[in-house]
DNA sequence: ACCTGAACACCGTTCAAGT
DNA sequence: ACCTGAACACCGTTCAAGT
């Protein structure tokens, strides 16, 4: 499909990748058929992405960049609500582009990194609104399925550092401060304020709550044609 | 692992499917692996299933049909909204019990049988407690995310009846006045309030802005901590 | 009626080998 | 450095065959 001349890269690949699941769909991506497709052998993508579960954590930041892209194309003037509103309806273009984003981005074992860039823009949007770090917290998790079609439990223990040792926690804790300064203080101010630690920080039965809450106090308002 | 004694039926086959993916995930259960937890040879599963994809809609319907017991074992007096929210909490519960079904369900080509039931149940609900069609098609939109843990358009032109034929999409529809009434109602009075024909009834657009502003208005509202 | 064995096309992946 | 061929374990599925 694409001109064997120019050597493979992870890059040509994984646009390939990207193209070959919006043509065929996701259970069409395999291994064979995109170096096919590549003019390659199977075998050549090894080189460039580390096997199949690579490809796919490639293929989801390539979606969350594309989303990026669509933000900063369109971000009104305004405050925090017609922002956080282009945000959204920006991120639910390109879902339309690509259906088999969100199953992606739900099913993938780790959250891939340009995720948290992304929440932690979202979280700075926020704050600079007005938010506390608890609202902004709630925020997120109400607008998770808006923002990127999909429901998953972020920050799980497993996934947010992934070392049992104290000092390896602070330092990824350092290292996330640097890369996502919003997401980062609102886990430390949630974790100060967090009355049963054995819950986790991120209690996601109270998020589900408060979203549930919101959606039928909104219904409830419309019924009574407010 | 189970008993090999009595003989091998849909039933058991489900049930063990169900296991094993609550166990090892959605990737491990395959027609081998399934049928070796039988004590069975995988051909055997093809006599009670009609390959891999009958098995995974059937495994949806599982769990349709175990949210659907979960919501009768508590369902509080008190109007449309206790009741709404008991079921939202009912159905999450049974999606921590099984945290491969919103991917499963999200992901079926088409939509279980089971599912519209469920969702004619909620739009009853709604209609009983004052709401509009309109008003309670955009609350399921809504709480769709809420109700079944995935993103998923409902009732594409394809997906609700499959028959081009005139006569024989009227029979579907006189079909499913009988199974799901509320629906067919709430399908009817869209269909005929429809400004744009072209778009389908069913304006995913418009749903998606609807459900954000509800969100955006409620934070807001919380914002100044109302 | 219910189950099986052998066979086929396809998959991800390893490894030694090519240039 | 970059790509390949042969091979392995695994997958869904068919079909003729067993009981």
């Not at 609500?81 to 984003?101: S, T």
Request: glycine content about 8%; charged content about 20%.
């Amino acid at each position: 499909v694409t001109t064997s001349r120019e050597p493979l890269t992870r890059e040509r690949a994984l646009a390939a990748a990207v193209d070959l699941a919006d043509a065929e769909g996701l259970k069409a991506l395999t291994m064979r058929r995109l170096a096919a497709a590549l003019g390659v052998e199977a075998m050549s993508l090894y080189y460039h992405l580390p096997g199949k579960e690579g490809l796919l954590d490639g293929l989801a930041s390539s979606v969350i960049a594309e989303m990026e892209q669509e933000v900063a194309a369109d971000d009104p003037a305004g405050g925090w609500r017609p922002r956080l509103r282009a945000r959204c309806l920006a991120a639910r273009r390109v879902m339309l582009r690509h259906p088999w984003a969100p199953a992606l981005l739900g099913t993938r074992p780790s959250v891939p990194p340009a995720v948290y860039a992304y929440f932690d823009e979202t979280v700075g949007l926020l704050l600079a609104g007005g938010f506390s770090h608890r609202l902004a917290h709630r925020a997120v998790h109400a607008l998770g399925t808006m923002m990127l079609g999909f429901v998953q439990e972020l920050f799980t223990p497993a996934s947010a550092g992934g070392s049992t040792d104290v000092d390896d926690a602070e330092a990824d804790l350092a290292a996330m401060a640097a890369t996502v300064p919003h997401l980062t203080a609102m886990v430390a101010a949630e974790m100060h304020d967090a009355t049963d630690p054995t819950l986790g920080w991120c209690d996601s039965q109270t998020e589900f709550e408060f979203t549930l809450d919101l959606l039928l106090d909104g219904l409830d308002r419309a019924r009574s044609h407010v």
